[in-house]
């Protein structure tokens, strides 16, 4: 099976504030139920009140990023799937709780993870 990354940016996420409750609710039952399916791996929200590091290969630390991920924000979960088309499935569900659109991203094998 393959690992699967279901992500959004936190700008996707256009919902009142009034439905926000709501909204966590639902994506918190789509977890629940992907826990309960055995597919569920990892997922949460990037902290933005925590500032991205650059950590070099001599260990070396910077407060700066990659210019592509300056606005990684935003929610994700891995899930470990049978199928492309399973993935598909799941993204949908997130979609619909989260009402915004989730990209999808299968991760490449490793015998060891």
Known sequence: MAKYLISFPARA????AEDL?????AAREVIRE?????????GGGINDNVAPLMVAS?????NETYPQTE????GFCVLELPS????IQWAAKIAKACRCSQELREFGYDPES
């Open 58 to 62: 001599d260990g070396a630390v910077t």
């Open 13 to 16: 996420m256009a919902v009142p």
């Open 34 to 42: 992907a826990k309960a399916a055995g597919v569920y791996v990892f």
């Open 21 to 25: 409750a709501a909204v966590g609710e």
């Open 84 to 87: 492309h088309e399973a993935a």
């Open 71 to 74: 606005e990684f924000d935003g």
